[in-house]
């Protein structure tokens, strides 16, 4: 689990794209434009939630940013 520290570090948004929920995660100090990745999850549409793929979405938002 991320520690809460990093959370604090992290904007999500919530959004509903034609009825698919999507989040978006931003570090909360950006500069500028920044480049988007999409991540599909990958449980048939039928397991999991936005908030399963917290730890790996936020970890990449790090990795990358």
Excluded: W
């Excluded at 809460?4 to 929920?21: K, R």
């Excluded at 936020?58 to 940013?65: E, G, N, P, R, W």
């Amino acid at each position: 689990m991320i520690c809460s520290d990093v959370m604090l570090l992290i904007q999500e948004t919530d959004l509903v794209f034609d009825g698919v929920a999507v989040r978006v995660y931003e570090p909360v100090k950006k500069s500028g434009v920044l480049p988007g990745i999409v991540y599909f999850h990958g449980g048939g549409f039928v397991f999991g939630n936005l908030g399963k793929d917290y730890d790996y979405c936020s970890a990449v938002l790090f990795v990358t940013d």
